[in-house]
């Protein structure tokens, strides 16, 4: 089976990466912590915010 390469550049929850790895697939990640999960936060607060407005 070939190997797929994809990036993201995403936050991740719900142990998205042991579902991965259930299905196969070998996820790389890391934690990020301090300014830059904050700054993270409020980026995805933001594009939640947006896509909700949007679908008023």
Known sequence: MPYHRFQFNKLVRDNV??????????PEYHHIRGDTLLKALAAKLVEEATETQQAL
């Open 17 to 26: 990466p042991t579902t991965q790895r259930a299905e196969g697939c070998r």
